[in-house]
């Protein structure tokens, strides 16, 4: 009876935390927080005196109204769908590759070395490249694999620092041993390479459906393998490895090289399907973009195909509009906040509004 | 000889600067249990706000000032984030990274290239400064360089080390919920400090542009927000560590302009790599003979964020 003289709690309702989120509030969650991002990004062109309204009006055309621009979307799709799945693969074991740029660069680079210097019919060269290109990026993930696993070395910094040697390695191989010394008015770029991938949209080439089935190989591994549910557990928990049987170090390892192969892979096709040289911007910040459209998609097939789509448009639109005042640099800094809204969605759809349990002890009490 | 000697020591404090400044902003931060990744695009605000702020006023102390501003404002949006929402710290810092790179190339454009109007110039300490060679690289250089390497740094030991709030900051940072249940505000000690931190960082790039390079530039930034992350590792999370371990990265930067300058037979490439390549050492050395959990000298809570609900 002593508790009938507690006072009542204002507040009949309060917010609770709850261990994981619903998949529903995820969804409406990371939406809202899209909408919002973009929100602010408006209110901060309208306040640089620009119009929101026209400038998204005019993305639109210039990423969907007509033939070339629905062309030059798919272009920019291809490399963001296949970063994207490099990312989510290393993501599958709370793995961060940074470095995705990088990796392309160097699957770049030995697609460029053997096809300047190799010869041979274009399908079969096609094929040799592919696999060099894999090789290429895998390559250059190792060592941060092999730190990461047996020595626990932040990957994060690892990967990125090779950002910018492969860089260094572009820019001496394309204004240096392979610059085009063929005089046809091209800078800074290597000699043409003479094995293109078919294209089958004006300038689109069939990267995108080599894109499209690398997801759907994603899809399929991540549902129906042993191999991926023991990397989600091995990913999950540190420790569960020895009780399963799986050598996490080793894991480890290999999926961080398959990352770098499929990174590798997008400079393959890059080389041979859009630009046909080697050259600093090959990777216009991909691998940056490729990881946000993963985070957006959180790591789900359907999701990295949907948060790809959206990476590719809001680029296209920053890339088209640079007349407008707009730049590559400006969606850069959309998708950071993007990014940070989806992170921050992500905690506040763990909160639920639940009556408070002060409450329910009381209507227990009333009730007798 | 000792003209090339003093050159390159006077380089190397210099570019050990913007190191110190950033790898401190974030030896705070980590400290308190909340890892930044977002340094590099800190660093670029700090750097194009600071500029700006010379080429409207004249005075390199604005600039520094704008640039600490700007610092405050970017840290409050991140720790709103990544402390009080509690969002992934990974997120937020890379979104940091992508929100700070951007915009401070946008806003950049207008005065990228150019060379900025004022700068902050070499106090000479008396005597000091005629000890040979060294002298003169340390006693010699402007006043944020005597703030970055030596002011700071040991202000900040002191206050992590020998003060009761150091003790609640580090507390924070090894068992958050230790630390709440003694009374300690969590959220408000990793607010406080992050921001505290980011300010640095931005400080950082204001240093950059108006002691080192003075100029903005798209690439002005080159690593040194990721370099900076590697170096508080490195450092073991010790203010005075990461001064040296700054130095030792100002050396390296060093070392490759007085190459250039003297025409070694070194690939240019491979002079540029260097500050990469030794940063994958400094970061893989160590940690080959640390393997045991951490012996590095991490907070034990470092990039957790804290829930009270959750506390066990």
Redesign the interface.
């Known amino acids: 009876m002593a508790l009938k003289s507690l006072p009542r709690p204002s507040i009949g309702w309060k917010l609770r935390l709850t261990p994981i989120a619903s998949r529903n509030a995820l969804v409406v969650a990371r939406i809202v927080a899209v909408l919002l991002a973009l929100l602010v990004s408006a209110v901060v062109i309208k306040l640089s005196g620009l119009s929101p309204i026209a400038l998204g009006a005019k993305a639109l055309k210039s990423s969907l109204g007509s033939e070339f621009a629905l062309e030059q979307l798919g272009l920019l799709l291809t490399p963001i769908l296949i970063t994207a799945v490099a990312a989510a693969s290393a993501l599958r074991m709370g793995l961060w590759n940074i470095g995705i740029d990088g990796q392309l660069y160097i699957g770049a680079v030995a697609v460029t070395g053997v096809g300047l210097f190799v010869d041979g019919p274009n399908f079969l060269m096609l094929l040799v490249l592919s696999i060099t290109g894999m090789v290429g990026g895998a390559l250059w993930v190792l060592l941060p694999a092999l730190a990461r696993a047996y020595a626990n070395v932040n990957e994060i910094i690892s990967t990125l620092m090779l950002n910018f040697v492969a860089i260094l390695i572009v820019n001496y191989l394309a204004t240096g041993p392979w610059r085009d010394k063929t005089g046809a008015g091209v800078m800074a770029a290597s000699a043409r390479i003479p094995f293109a991938l078919p294209e089958f949209f004006g300038a689109l080439h069939i990267g995108l459906f080599l894109g499209m089935i690398l997801l759907g190989v994603f899809a399929f591994v991540s549902r129906f393998t042993q191999f991926a549910y023991e990397t989600d557990l091995v990913g999950a928990n540190n420790h569960i490895g020895s009780y399963m049987g799986v050598r996490t170090e080793q894991r480890i390892v290999v999926i961080m090289l398959v990352s770098g192969a499929i990174a590798g892979l997008a400079g393959m096709i890059e080389v041979t399907g859009n630009v046909h040289r080697l050259q600093y911007g090959i990777s216009n910040q991909f691998g940056i973009f490729g990881i946000i459209a993963a985070v957006l998609g959180r790591g789900s097939p359907i999701g990295i195909a949907v948060g790809s789509v959206f990476i590719a448009f809001v680029l296209n639109s920053g890339l088209v509009m640079q007349s407008a005042g707009l730049s590559l640099n400006s969606v850069i800094a959309l998708t950071g906040l993007v990014l940070l809204a989806v992170a921050s969605a992500e905690v506040l759809a763990r909160y639920k509004l639940a009556r408070s349990s002060a409450n329910l002890v009381r209507s227990k009490v009333d009730a007798g | 000889m000792i003209e090339l000697l003093t050159n390159m020591t006077t380089s190397a404090v210099l570019a050990g600067g913007v190191l110190a400044l950033a790898a401190l902003g974030e030896t705070l931060g980590e400290r308190v249990g909340v890892i930044n ?1 977002g340094l590099e ?1 800190l660093i670029a605000m700090g750097a194009v706000v600071a500029v700006l702020a010379v080429f409207t006023t004249g005075n390199p102390w604005l600039g520094l000032l704008a640039a600490a501003a700007i610092g405050l404002a970017l840290g409050s ?1 991140f720790a709103l ?1 990544a402390v009080v ?4 710290q ?3 810092g ?10 401070a ?2 806003i950049g ?1 207008p005065v990228a290239g150019r060379p900025v109007t004022a700068q902050f110039v070499a106090v000479r300490l008396p005597l000091l400064s005629d000890i040979p060679i060294l002298g003169r690289s340390l006693f010699n250089q402007p006043i944020p360089v005597y703030f970055a390497l030596l002011l700071l740094p040991v202000s900040l030991h002191f206050l992590l080390f020998r003060t009761r709030h150091g003790l609640n900051i580090r507390a924070v940072g090894e068992d958050p919920g230790s630390a709440d249940v003694a009374g300690i505000s969590v959220m408000s000690i990793r607010f406080l400090y992050v921001c505290v931190g980011a300010a640095l960082t931005t400080i950082a790039g204001a240093y950059l542009t108006l002691v080192f390079i003075p100029t903005w530039s798209d690439g002005v930034t ?2 040194r927000g ?2 900076a ?2 170096l508080v ?1 490195f450092a073991r999370y010790q203010p005075l560590r990461v001064v040296l371990g700054a130095i030792l990265f100002g050396f390296v930067t060093a070392l490759g302009f007085a190459a250039q300058a003297l025409n070694w037979p070194i ?1 240019p ?1 491979v002079l ?2 260097l500050p ?2 030794l ?2 050492l400094v ?2 050395g160590p ?2 003979r640390l ?1 045991t959990a951490n012996a590095g000298g991490a907070p034990a809570a470092l990039g957790q ?1 804290y ?1 009270r ?2 506390r066990n």
């Not at chain 2, 929402?85 to 992934?88: E, I, L, P, Q, W």
């Not at chain 2, 890379?94 to 915009?103: N, P, Q, R, S, Y």
């Open positions: 990744l695009g949006i984030a929402v509690r969002a992934n990974i997120l937020c890379l979104a940091l990274t992508f929100i700070g790179l951007g915009l190339k946008s454009n080159a690593g990721w370099i992350i590697a590792i690939s490439v540029s790599a990469y390549v940063t994958l970061l893989i940690a080959l393997r964020p829930f609900e959750e």
